[in-house]
């Protein structure tokens, strides 16, 4: 098997994702919570059990690049990460402090967009230390966060929405 090195560059078994269950796989991984998953989301409850009574080691913020569309630049974050395990901090507080630099990422991107709504939806959002920071956040910046109160913002929510979609009379597209 070719090592990750050698795959990246080449683009091998390297789709480019837009999904944050994936940064939290990533980070988590970098920090040796989690290597190997054995269930959607183990990595994403690590990283935020780790994160659990941590003050947050401070991180340099991804950079919000690009106009559409935007680009969310992991690599001064990520690289901060790893010298901080190299020079011996805990996964705890760079774990709380990915957290936070996750959720002004997402308050960073919503000004750039001049968004005056967010809704937090997804299955990171039963992340109860990403939301809270997200919601400061976004109150902060004038924005009005919404997040789920009836359903999951998980797959559960995706669900619903498809079976209301469906129930719906059908809207003709003007193509």
């Known amino acids: ?3 990750l090195g050698v795959m990246l560059p080449r683009g091998v078994a390297s789709p480019l ?10 980070i988590a991984a970098l920090l040796d919570l989690c290597r190997r998953a054995s269930f959607e989301g183990e990595a994403a409850m690590a990283l935020e059990a780790a994160a659990a009574g941590a003050e947050a080691a401070p991180l340099p913020a991804p950079e919000v690049n690009g106009d559409r569309p935007l680009v969310v630049d992991w690599r001064p974050t990520l690289a901060a990460l790893l010298a901080g395990r190299a020079t011996g901090l805990r996964p705890g507080p760079l774990a709380a402090g990915f957290h936070v630099e996750l959720a002004e990422a997402i308050v960073a991107v919503a000004r750039r967009l001049g968004a005056r709504r967010v809704l937090l939806t997804g299955g990171c959002f039963q992340n109860a230390r990403l939301t809270e920071h997200t919601v400061i956040g976004l109150r902060a910046a004038g924005i009005v966060p919404f997040r789920h109160r009836l359903v999951p913002p998980n797959d559960g929510g995706l669900a619903v929405g498809q079976i209301a979609f469906a129930a719906a009379p059908l809207i003709e597209e003007n193509v």
């Open 1 to 3: 098997m070719p090592c």
């Open 17 to 26: 994702a837009s999904s944050a269950g994936r940064l939290f796989d990533a």
